[in-house]
């Protein structure tokens, strides 16, 4: 069997038929993350099943099989002849050197060339195995064609990159997306790779990189509309200068391990950053702290206020203060996904966050994790008022605790069965504190006198006049129909309770 030559049958078009039918078949090459996710054996038999169908389904399904080559994870997967052959069908290479051999020099894909190569991933992790121009020379036969390369260093020490690799750097001149996680590049070479692609580049990834103090004024990257950064030990303090040469940045993404100055970051996303609609910190353990790290509570609002039309918002918080809650308000106009969680132990402060959802209209997916305080502290302040955001679409309220504080037994002077008991009776009181507001995932919160819970019904009241169509609450999920169905139970039963006071 053949395939006609039909426009429907192109290239394109097989991929996306051949993608359908394996939605999660490619290689998840996260820009920050450590680990590469690598298609199973099992994957890999049930594509090969596919091609052996008729050579139309061997078309459709050769670009996937083939689309990620995985150094390492797939070298006993495919040979060199059949992967020879099947060469022009690679578009992302990670070359991991992580797990390099002593006998590398014979792994079957040494000598073989991916001219149609879009992606370049290399992992080192202590000094450079394999330099970036021979893996380009070897591999790369046509390098600017390349959109997007990520160089890892899976080391602490500092080490700079050689001149020829910054030569070969500068031969990819169509980059899309750059991620350099642990060098060094000392004098002005960063802004001079920056300058090379400043047409082309869309998306920039910098962690723990040093070397340089500032960035020249001249640099301006027009296209680039996503920053991540991650503040990382002994980097470059010019790092929070980026927004300042980026006039269409869309979104920055924040890891912080170590502190650094937010009033400089935030006067760069205001002054330079008109287009900014996404805004995440995501805080990570410091050796520094001994905890996550958060910058001085001030300047981390002023970060979240700078600038003018935030869309969505993911923070991690050490409490939800005052000023921090006033300037996520200060978004009230364009705010339409926000998520909040809590870190350090610290609880929600639901008087603030009542002030988010009084103020932000637009406001339809909300998200509150580890709220870190019981049901009745968490929900009651917020149903005290009508919220602005009447097309609220999802909200989700996690981590609260059963009960204020676990009830500490007195010492018995009792011994043996009788003290297992007295420990089961007290224990067995514990679901009855809270007005039984805990919410069991093996079991229905509906069913019982769970579901009599007066805050579990003021909350459904309050919810009657939204179009929810996901609520969720402590790992507990409901959906439209449910929804609609708690609702109206429990709206007739307010208006139940109404008529009989009249």
């Known amino acids: 069997m053949t395939i006609p030559h039909h426009p429907l049958l192109m290239p394109e078009i097989l991929v996306i038929i051949a993608?359908?039918?394996?939605?999660?078949?490619?290689?998840?090459?996260?820009?920050?993350?450590?680990?590469?996710?690598?298609?199973?054996?099992?994957?890999h038999n049930d594509l090969l099943a596919c091609l052996l169908v008729c050579k139309a389904w061997n078309a459709i399904f050769s670009p996937v099989l083939y689309h990620t080559y995985a150094r390492q994870q797939t070298i006993d997967v495919v040979s060199h002849a059949t992967l020879a052959r099947h060469a022009h069908l690679v578009r992302a290479f990670v070359c991991d050197h992580t797990e390099m051999r002593s006998d590398d020099s014979i792994l079957p894909y040494h000598d073989i060339?991916?001219?149609?190569?879009?992606?370049?991933?290399?992992?080192?992790?202590?000094?450079i195995t394999q330099p970036l121009e021979e893996v380009v020379m070897t591999h790369v036969p046509n390098p600017t064609r390349l959109q997007r390369f990520q160089w890892r260093r899976m080391a602490f020490k500092k080490l700079e990159i050689p001149e020829p690799a910054i030569q070969t750097l500068l031969t990819f001149d169509h980059l899309k997306e750059l991620g350099l996680f642990g060098w060094?590049?000392?004098?002005?070479?960063?802004?001079?790779?920056?300058?090379?692609?400043?047409?082309?580049?869309?998306?920039?990834?910098?962690?723990?990189?040093?070397?340089?103090?500032?960035?020249?004024?001249?640099?301006?990257?027009?296209?680039?509309?996503v920053l991540n950064l991650h503040f990382a030990w002994a980097q470059s303090e010019a790092l929070v200068q980026l927004p300042?040469?980026?006039?269409?940045?869309?979104?920055?993404?924040?890891?912080?391990?170590?502190?650094?100055?937010?009033?400089?970051?935030?006067?760069?996303?205001?002054?330079?950053?008109?287009?900014?609609?996404?805004l995440t910190y995501c805080e990570e353990y410091s050796?520094?702290?001994?905890?996550?790290?958060?910058?001085?509570?001030?300047?981390?609002?002023?970060?979240?206020?700078?600038?003018?039309?935030?869309?969505?918002?993911?923070?991690?918080l050490p409490g939800l203060s005052e000023v921090m809650a006033n300037a996520l308000a200060s978004q009230a106009d364009s705010l339409v996904h926000l998520n909040l969680r809590m870190?350090?132990?610290?609880?929600?402060?639901?008087?603030?966050?009542?002030k988010i959802l009084t103020a932000c209209r637009q406001?339809?997916?909300?998200?509150?994790?580890?709220?870190?305080?019981?049901?009745?502290?968490?929900?009651?302040?917020?149903?005290?008022?009508?919220?602005?955001?009447?097309?609220?679409?999802?909200?989700?309220?996690?981590?609260?605790?059963?009960?204020?504080?676990?009830?500490?037994?007195?010492?018995?002077?009792?011994?043996?069965?009788?003290?297992?008991?007295d420990r089961e009776e007290e224990i067995s009181q514990l679901f009855y504190l809270d007005q039984g507001w805990y919410?069991?995932?093996?079991?229905?919160?509906?069913?019982?006198?769970?579901?009599?819970?007066?805050?579990?019904?003021?909350?459904?009241?309050h919810l009657a006049p939204f179009q929810l169509e996901r609520l969720q609450l402590a790992e507990v999920e409901f959906h439209r129909k449910e929804i609609i169905k708690l609702v109206d139970r429990d709206w007739e039963q307010e208006v139940d309770e109404s008529t009989d006071e009249d």
């Open 287 to 316: 050796m520094e702290f001994e905890r996550g790290c958060f910058i001085d509570n001030h300047e981390y609002a002023a970060l979240v206020a700078s600038p003018q039309h935030l869309e969505f918002v993911r923070l991690g």
């Open 184 to 225: 060094t590049l000392l004098d002005d070479r960063f802004p001079q790779i920056l300058a090379n692609i400043r047409n082309t580049l869309t998306t920039l990834t910098v962690s723990r990189l040093h070397g340089f103090d500032e960035l020249p004024r001249d640099l301006v990257l027009r296209k680039l509309k």
């Open 439 to 461: 919410l069991d995932p093996n079991d229905c919160w509906m069913s019982g006198t769970e579901y009599d819970s007066e805050v579990k019904r003021r909350l459904m009241v």
């Open 113 to 127: 060339q991916f001219p149609n190569l879009d992606q370049l991933v290399l992992l080192d992790r202590r000094e």
């Open 19 to 43: 993608n359908t039918c394996f939605p999660e078949w490619h290689t998840d090459i996260s820009l920050l993350g450590d680990e590469l996710i690598i298609t199973t054996p099992e994957s």
């Open 244 to 278: 300042r040469v980026c006039p269409a940045l869309e979104e920055v993404h924040l890891i912080v391990d170590t502190l650094f100055d937010g009033d400089v970051l935030a006067m760069s996303l205001a002054h330079n950053c008109p287009a900014l609609k996404t």
């Open 363 to 421: 406001l339809k997916h909300v998200e509150l994790q580890d709220v870190n305080g019981t049901a009745k502290s968490v929900i009651e302040p917020l149903v005290a008022e009508p919220w602005a955001c009447t097309g609220l679409k999802t909200l989700v309220i996690n981590g609260y605790n059963q009960v204020e504080s676990f009830p500490q037994p007195e010492p018995s002077t009792r011994r043996g069965r009788g003290t297992v008991k």
């Open 343 to 354: 870190c350090q132990g610290q609880a929600l402060d639901a008087e603030q966050m009542l």
